[in-house]
């Protein structure tokens, strides 16, 4: 197979390309027609963040399997484009993981030492032994806001040097967190309690400045080190932190904007140590993600699994029609799930009922498991999703029965802990129409699309009117809604709205403010622009 490398990748990759006995060309800074013109006869494809992967790329490419990008972020190609013309697209997500980490235990000591404050002013000529006075990690409380990949490599190695640690992250198990010594705590505990606090969540609407001035205030001093995602901290906000002493000081090595600008506040204050994106830039992780990358492109060859493929299917061609529409139905019912959910999500049953129960449902169950933990994982797919949840400590298990009381087929996700659970039920319509048609045991009729609002109220009469009122006067769109009481009347109730318009945390207050309504829960799916 030909294998064209259109960006600088670690000489291992290559050579582990040629070892497999594929062709391997190098094109360099190829762009436009040249690019298309090297990329006509490729089987391979691997990049960097430096090419362009587009449509009209894989218009001039018939033969072309898989895309590899040594290294995680695809911005740089065009996934869907890749689905239409049945190219599979990977990524090399894990190989950077001990570079991340080794780099944020680096920023915290040279935060806590003014390592690079002190270095300056050496080389200038100042000998300001006097000026500076460390903070020993030693007995120091770390607090991790995201316990994934690089949170638990960050754990592992301050445990060693005899910090305490607590962590924030509602999709990891106890148990796994106990194994790495580290204490699950609520959001706003793991701020108070951290001397150092480190961050390690992607970047998404939710963790957009999750961490601003109310937040740093908990803090009452510490430090704060980012080797995470830039825009997950507010930097205008640590900036005043660390100033006017409510911080002793930061480590950042992200920004919101990259390269940043002259005048990121960050970069004017004295306590605060920055580095330009290096996370990654070890020649050990470079060589990782070079080779994991040629692994996986073996692998597309061999017609084996891609593990860190984005978008390519596992399932025999002759039944993927059949299930298809159940894949998206699975992932959406989990996305429900786990935003309905208040408390830690420990295990996740994903149930079959039906005609379903008949098919390889191991891409369905996968997708499930996708949508369950796609608002706080990165790069999580179908492919990765279960080893995602292994990782975590998360018990999943699924189940079949071919009866299935009123409708064909019917698939439930059920997320929950030792004390709590709450189950999504789904089905299709006239073939491929999805629908909700049970959330934690009403029975609704919701289109899983775009916007809604579920909310919880006491089963009387005006509140509807009420929820339309305030939603109709803060020019929200109702598309449709049902209504469903599990018992007795005037006890309690569910309603689901489909809206085609979003709901601002002030509406969602004032709905709340009734006291007939209990919750209310503003939900983005499948079709939401963001």
């Known amino acids: 197979m030909k294998v064209l490398v259109t960006d600088p990748i670690d000489d291992a990759g290559l050579e582990r390309l040629r070892e497999s006995g594929h062709e391997v060309e190098t094109a360099y800074d190829v762009t436009g027609e040249a690019l298309l013109d090297a990329v006509a006869d490729a089987n391979a494809l691997v990049v960097r963040s430096g090419t362009e992967v587009d449509e009209?790329?894989?218009?001039?490419?018939?033969?072309?399997?898989?895309?590899?990008?040594?290294?995680?972020?695809?911005?740089?190609?065009?996934?869907?484009?890749?689905?239409?013309?049945?190219?599979?697209?990977a990524n090399a997500p894990e190989g950077n993981v001990r570079a991340a980490a080794e780099h944020t235990v680096?920023?915290?000591?040279?935060?806590?030492?003014?390592?690079?404050?002190?270095?300056?002013?050496?080389?200038?000529g100042e000998w300001a032994k006097g000026d500076y006075l460390g903070t020993e990690l030693n007995a120091k409380t770390l607090g991790i806001?995201?316990?994934?990949?690089?949170?638990?490599?960050?754990?592992?190695?301050?445990?060693?040097?005899?910090?305490?640690?607590?962590?924030?992250?509602?999709?990891?198990?106890?148990?796994?967190?106990d194994r790495l010594g580290a204490e699950l705590v609520e959001f706003e505990a793991c701020l108070e309690r951290a001397d150092f606090l480190t961050v390690h969540t992607p970047l998404t609407p939710e963790t957009a400045d999750l961490i601003s001035t109310d937040e740093l205030e908990l803090?009452?001093?510490?430090?704060?080190?980012?080797c995470a995602r830039g825009g997950v901290v507010d930097e205008d906000a640590l900036a005043a932190?660390?100033?006017?002493g409510t911080l002793d000081g930061a480590?950042?090595?992200?920004?919101?904007?990259?390269?940043?600008?002259?005048?990121?506040?960050?970069?004017?204050?004295?306590?605060?140590?920055?580095?330009?994106?290096?996370?990654?830039?070890?020649?050990?992780?470079?060589?990782?993600?070079?080779t994991s990358i040629a692994d996986q492109i073996d692998a597309?060859?061999?017609?084996?699994?891609?593990m860190n493929a984005l978008n390519a299917p596992s399932v025999d061609e002759a039944a993927f029609p059949r299930i298809r529409p159940y894949i998206d139905l699975a992932e959406t019912a989990g996305k429900v799930a786990a935003q309905l959910f208040d408390s830690r999500i420990s295990s996740v049953e994903v149930s079959y009922e039906g005609e379903i129960a008949e098919e390889d449902i191991e891409l369905v169950t996968a997708s499930a498991l996708k949508g369950v933990f796609e608002p706080l994982e990165w790069q999580v797919n179908a492919v990765n999703a279960p080893s995602i949840a292994e990782e975590r400590g998360i018990d999943v298990t699924e189940s079949k029965t071919l009866q299935a009381a009123d409708f064909q087929s019917l698939v439930t996700v059920t997320v929950g802990n030792d004390e709590d659970s709450l189950a999504v039920c789904g089905t299709l319509f006239a073939g491929d129409d999805p629908r909700i048609v049970r959330i934690d045991g009403y029975r609704v009729d919701a289109i899983p699309h775009g916007q809604m609002l579920v909310a919880r109220n006491y089963d009387k009469p005006g509140v509807i009117g009420f929820i339309g009122g305030v939603?109709?006067?803060?020019?929200?769109?109702?598309?449709?809604?049902f209504n469903a009481r599990r018992h007795e009347e005037g006890g309690e109730a569910i309603t689901v709205y489909n809206l085609d318009d979003p709901v601002s945390e002030e509406v969602q207050e004032k709905l709340l403010a009734d006291e007939r309504i209990t919750d209310v829960k503003y939900l983005t799916l499948n079709g939401t622009d963001e």
């Open 56 to 89: 009209a790329l894989f218009e001039a490419a018939p033969d072309l399997v898989i895309v590899g990008r040594a290294g995680i972020g695809v911005d740089n190609i065009d996934i869907d484009a890749a689905t239409d013309h049945g190219v599979i697209v």
């Open 106 to 124: 680096a920023m915290a000591f040279a935060a806590a030492r003014s390592i690079p404050q002190a270095h300056a002013r050496l080389k200038d």
């Open 145 to 177: 806001v995201g316990l994934g990949r690089v949170g638990q490599e960050v754990a592992k190695r301050l445990d060693g040097i005899g910090m305490d640690l607590v962590a924030y992250d509602p999709y990891i198990s106890e148990e796994r967190a």
């Open 219 to 226: 803090m009452g001093g510490g430090y704060v080190v980012n």
């Open 241 to 244: 932190a660390v100033e006017d």
């Open 251 to 290: 480590a950042i090595d992200v920004f919101a904007d990259e390269p940043v600008s002259a005048d990121n506040p960050l970069l004017s204050v004295e306590d605060v140590v920055v580095t330009p994106h290096l996370g990654a830039s070890t020649e050990a992780a470079q060589e990782n993600v070079a």
């Open 300 to 306: 597309a060859f061999n017609d084996e699994p891609v």
């Open 471 to 481: 939603l109709g006067d803060n020019n929200v769109n109702i598309a449709g809604m």
